[in-house]
């Protein structure tokens, strides 16, 4: 890598302090983002749209900005990556479907308009799997390129773990932050659900999708999430509240030793030998600090009703698609959709019943817990091949998505041949902050270990 660089692989937090204090401006910050796009992204194929350009163009307006002495945004000149389901004015969104190939979005997303007032350059469009599911995209792993990067938010992990931009935006129905993140070895955050707004945003279902976000730092990922956090009265979910402070969490010190759960779930079988030895010895370093607490019978219904709620909301969403351009649709989504449609109205009722159930449940539960311990994935991104094409098991984060609670990978643990495995810590509804302040305690207290 050289001297120039070097820049991309400056966290967001460190390129914010150095284009205010002049010492670089948000144009070489972005020119070295695109040498580094340009010497690694044909191998990796993170980005769908990418307009050089337009991007330099961004950078200069906002060094502009900075000379003439107006105030600055927190993301002044901070390259960010878009999900490809993401509407944007000024870029297509084609959502990783050829039924939508050159959509032009005649408005920004919520959460694009909080980007450009935070003063971010959006970068272009990162690769998602088709209409953000199951059907992988063309991106590959950064640290093995014959592995999967996970999914749905493939090229946005991808993205930030190459070093293309210290930030991305992705979004979580499943394990679509959480599992990619731990993939590619950096850090991604799920925040509570409703902190975020999904305005402009393709839904593939009302009650589960959640915006989620990517970076190198906890930090960053905390920073990012605070300006995305907005009321907006036109997405069902989001609350008129204010919201946790994230950055401020992230940046502070517990007043006293974190207390965990790390519940014994009836999938763990499903964890790599090295994944479940990594868990073995954190678990047994924190000792006393972790209760180990057996998985309600009620977890496995949670399993059932997350796929009857997914696979029936996305089929009704998707029903131009499915009625004008089924042809156009993978044979890997097509069976799904098909269980969608032929889900029942009492089994879905029932099923959306289940998601209060949980956020009950876990209300409760957190009062004497400061996080759970869990892992992100069953372990190290998977080899894919013509006839293993996917992108890895989502089942680590199914129950936590399910219920709507905030969560974190932490890039802490390695797998057999020495990729990462992340460490996942959920935490209770709308104290975000707490959880992401465990996140530092626990970070720290591994530093040294």
């Not at 390129?15 to 191998?43: F, H, M, N, Q």
């Not at 599911?133 to 999967?148: A, E, I, Q, W």
């Not at 393709?202 to 589960?208: A, Q």
């Not at 797998?415 to 104290?431: C, K």
Request: hydrophobic share 40%; charged share 25%; net charge negative.
């Amino acid at each position: 890598m050289g001297p120039s660089n070097m820049l991309s692989s400056l966290s967001a937090l460190e390129a914010v302090e150095r284009i205010r204090d002049g010492r670089i401006s948000a144009a070489d910050l972005v020119g070295s983002c695109l040498e580094r796009i340009g010497e690694t992204d044909d191998g990796i194929g993170a980005w769908t749209y990418l307009n050089a350009d337009g991007v330099r163009k961004q950078a200069a307006d906002l060094d502009g900005l900075r000379r003439s002495g107006k105030p600055l945004g927190p993301l002044h000149g901070v390259p960010v990556g878009l999900k490809d389901i993401i509407d944007t004015a000024d870029m297509p969104t084609e959502r990783g479907s050829p039924i939508h190939r050159d959509r032009q979005p005649a408005a920004d997303a919520a959460i694009v308009e909080r980007l450009r007032e935070a003063g971010a350059v959006l970068m272009g469009k990162t690769v998602t799997t088709e209409f953000a599911f199951v059907h992988p995209g063309k991106t590959t792993n950064p640290l093995d390129m014959r592995r999967t990067p996970g999914g749905s938010s493939s090229g946005s992990a991808a993205a930030v773990a190459a070093g293309h931009v210290p930030l991305a935006i992705g979004s979580q129905t499943n394990g679509s932050t959480i599992r990619p993140a731990s993939y590619c070895g950096i850090y991604g955050f799920k925040p509570t659900r409703g902190v975020i707004p999904r305005r402009g945003v393709l839904e593939t279902s009302r009650t589960l999708d959640q915006i989620g976000v990517f970076g190198r730092t906890l930090n960053d990922v905390a920073l990012l999430a605070d300006i995305l956090g907005i009321y907006d009265p036109s997405d069902c979910m989001s609350y008129a509240r204010p919201r946790p402070a994230m950055l401020k969490g992230a940046q502070a010190e517990a007043p006293v030793e974190p207390s965990f759960a790390w519940f014994e779930l009836p999938y763990h079988d499903r964890l790599s030998s090295a994944a479940a030895d990594g868990f073995s010895e954190v678990l047994d370093h924190l000792g006393a600090r972790v209760e180990r607490i057996p998985a309600p019978k009620t977890f496995d219904d949670v399993i059932a009703c997350h796929r009857i709620v997914h696979e029936t909301e996305i089929s009704r969403q998707l029903a131009f698609e499915i009625e004008n351009h089924w042809d156009l649709i993978s044979d890997t989504l097509k069976p799904l959709l098909k269980r969608g449609l032929d889900t029942s109205e009492a089994d879905y009722q029932g099923a959306l019943a289940m998601v209060a159930g949980a956020e009950k449940f876990f209300a409760e539960f957190f009062m004497d817990y400061d996080a759970v311990i869990t892992p992100s994935a069953a372990g190290e991104a998977p080899l894919v091949s013509p006839e293993a094409p996917g992108t890895g098991d989502p089942i680590f984060c199914t129950i936590w998505t399910f219920a709507g609670l905030p969560a974190l990978s932490i890039p802490l643990l390695v797998g057999e041949t020495g990729l990462p495995v992340g460490l996942q810590l959920v935490g209770a509804r709308e104290e975000d902050d707490r959880l992401l302040r465990t996140a530092n305690w626990l970070t720290k207290t591994f530093s040294d270990v």
